[in-house]
């Protein structure tokens, strides 16, 4: 949706401050059963725990908005740059 969409909706949708866009990126293997299933090599420490996304996603939606942000990427400890 454009943003001149939204602006034009304003009345029927609200205040636009109330809405927060925001881009993750989950750059590693969720650990579930169907990953598992699939590449049974990997171990669990090589895949990300839904619960620790899960509290990422938490942490973006109730930011102190003093210190916002609107990119996150999700990444794993011992990735090497």
């Known amino acids: ?3 001149d969409d939204l602006t034009a909706n304003r009345e ?3 205040d ?3 809405f927060h ?5 989950v750059d590693e293997m969720i650990d579930m059963p169907a ?3 699939r590449l049974p090599q990997l171990k669990e420490e090589d895949m990300f725990k839904p619960s620790a996304i899960a509290d ?5 939606a109730h ?3 003093s210190v916002w942000t609107l990119d996150i ?3 794993p400890f011992e990735e090497k740059f």
Not at 21 to 25: K, S
Not at 56 to 60: D, K
Request: net charge neutral.
């Open 12 to 14: 029927m949708m609200g």
């Open 73 to 75: 990427d999700v990444r």
């Open 1 to 3: 949706m454009r943003r």
């Open 63 to 65: 930011q102190e908005p």
């Open 56 to 60: 990422t996603y938490w942490h973006l």
């Open 16 to 18: 636009l401050r109330e």
């Open 35 to 37: 990953i598992h299933e």
């Open 21 to 25: 866009v925001a881009w993750i990126n």
